[in-house]
């Protein structure tokens, strides 16, 4: 419960660079295109962490390595909310590489202790990370003008350690241990050879498209907000918090959709419902019309992580758990560079309304690419259900 739990300061701190990222500009004299780099500099660092993960849960546990995690995230935000462009750059990346530690261990965690519901435990654990995402944009809002972002910063710095502390605490837990006891005698593919066929390759792209997807209209739906609404701070606010009310309201939502449909048909029609959002906050100029596009993608955009990595430990079974650090690095770099494009096609086109066609481009392409898992599935006669 403690680890669950810990998941939504997770929710804040992966989300937090979307909503400060009009006061970090005004304050560091970024315009989009170097706005943007911050994007690319966290997920550079949690495509780092997420590299090293895999290998590491199996050499300390996962219980170890998430403390460890949280412990890294305090000192980063304690960092961050002291610093000069510099120094935030290394903060945001500090940040970025504890995410690529916790994340994966914490999913990989719930996948391997819910077997029999992977998909349900994992949209219920991602659940809880989007109330901290939901949360984010609210207190960041309440802040005071002076000095507002330095406390939000003390405080989850504290609230951080305080994770780190308790998680420790906890007797370890390696997840390898936990599938070899399952079926000692399977013989382990070379990893290379799992990452290459079909469905490693076409997974590792839906990921890596999701999260830039998600990271590109999360992150930026606060800055088009402004500019379309007046530079109204509670602009800013109301449409992030209704993207990620969206994201929280489908996850909660998934386990209930998945008794009636598969965990592949689920994953199609939400990314049917992203795209429709996407196409609502880019073709109409109101203020209300981007609030409901950005709620409704949100919603369309919850379930697919966690049910793509829970058909994804399904289908590698024993396996997962060394093969799970390549699905945390594809969406790493996905995050990395999608939300970056965004900032680049706004700065040299000069409209913010460009940039944000490159998530609905990712929108489609996941479409079709989750049309092509399902055949491959389908084919080889291993079509999962939750």
């Given at each position: 419960?403690?680890?669950?739990s ?10 937090l660079?979307?909503?400060i ?11 989009d295109?170097q ?8 997920f550079?660092?949690?495509?780092i ?13 996962a ?6 995690g ?6 980063a ?12 750059l ?25 077997r029999r ?17 939901v949360?984010?944009p609210?207190?960041?809002?309440s802040?005071?003008r ?14 951080l350690?305080?994770?780190?502390l308790?998680i ?15 079926n000692?005698s ?17 997974t590792g ?9 998600e ?7 606060a ?8 530079r109204?701070?509670s ?8 993207f990620?009310?969206g ?11 998945l008794?009636r ?43 697919v ?10 289908y590698f079974g ?6 799970a650090?390549f ?11 999608m ?12 409209d ?13 392409s ?18 999962l259900?939750?």
């Amino acid at each position: 419960m403690i680890v669950q739990s810990g998941f939504l300061l997770v929710g804040v701190v992966n989300t937090l660079l979307g909503p400060i990222l009009p006061l970090l500009s005004e304050q560091w004299r970024m315009d989009d295109a170097q706005a943007g780099r911050l994007f690319a500099a966290q997920f550079a660092g949690a495509m780092i962490g997420s590299a090293v993960s895999s290998p590491l849960i199996e050499r300390l546990g996962a219980a170890s390595l998430i403390a460890g995690g949280y412990g890294l995230m305090a000192a980063a935000a304690a960092v961050l909310g002291f610093s000069d462009p510099g120094l935030g750059l290394l903060a945001v990346v500090g940040l970025g590489l504890a995410l690529g530690l916790v994340i994966p261990a914490t999913n990989l965690l719930i996948a391997e202790t819910n077997r029999r519901r992977r998909a349900a435990a994992l949209n219920l654990l991602n659940l809880v990370w989007g109330l901290g995402a939901v949360a984010c944009p609210l207190l960041i809002a309440s802040l005071p003008r002076e000095g507002g972002l330095k406390w939000l910063m003390t405080g989850l710095a504290a609230l951080l350690t305080g994770a780190s502390l308790m998680i420790a605490r906890r007797p370890r837990a390696k997840l390898q241990a936990n599938a070899d006891r399952t079926n000692q005698s399977s013989v382990k593919q070379p990893v290379w050879r799992e990452l290459t066929g079909p469905y490693a390759l076409m997974t590792g792209a839906l990921i890596f498209i999701y999260v830039g997807t998600e990271t590109a209209a999360g992150g930026w739906i606060a800055s088009y907000a402004d500019r379309m609404g007046g530079r109204a701070q509670s602009l800013r606010s109301i449409a992030t918090s209704l993207f990620w009310a969206g994201l929280l309201t489908g996850r909660f939502l998934a386990p209930a959709f998945l008794r009636r449909v598969s965990e592949g048909a689920l994953v199609l029609l939400s990314l049917c419902v992203a795209v429709a959002g996407l196409l609502i906050i880019i073709a109409v100029e109101n203020p209300f019309a981007i609030f409901a596009g950005a709620c409704l993608t949100g919603f369309g955009l919850a379930a697919v992580f966690p049910t793509t990595f829970a058909i994804f430990t399904q289908y590698f079974g024993d396996q997962a758990a060394r093969l799970a650090g390549f699905v945390f690095v594809m969406a790493s770099l996905g995050g990395a560079i999608m939300p970056w494009a965004v900032g680049l096609a706004s700065a040299r086109s000069g409209d913010l309304r460009i940039g944000m066609i490159v998530p609905l481009l990712g929108g489609v392409s996941m479409i079709a690419l989750q049309v092509a898992i399902i055949l491959h599935l389908s084919r080889a006669g291993r079509q999962l259900k939750s």
